[in-house]
């Protein structure tokens, strides 16, 4: 089983694997987490801020295809 993660990181590097992307990620405790929010990073240009803690995503890698 993985380690949960503080959600403390200001900057994530996401991959095509995360998509759909929302906030917060699967793997951040929930205990002190805001309500999950997607996020359209593929039509803001691969980079996208969380409207409730400010953690800036950026899509790395190639794109999915057929979406």
């Known amino acids: 089983?993985?380690?949960?993660?503080?959600?403390?990181?200001?900057?994530?590097?996401?991959?095509a694997h995360d998509l759909p992307l929302h906030c917060p990620m699967p793997d951040m405790v929930k205990w002190n987490a805001h309500p999950r929010v997607f996020?359209?990073?593929q039509q803001q240009g691969?980079?996208?801020r969380c409207p409730y803690c400010?953690?800036?995503y950026?899509?790395?890698?190639p794109l999915p295809s057929g979406h």
């Open 39 to 41: 996020l359209p990073i």
């Open 54 to 56: 400010g953690t800036e």
């Open 46 to 48: 691969g980079v996208s």
């Open 1 to 15: 089983m993985a380690e949960l993660k503080e959600n403390r990181a200001n900057f994530i590097e996401v991959t």
């Open 58 to 61: 950026k899509l790395t890698g």
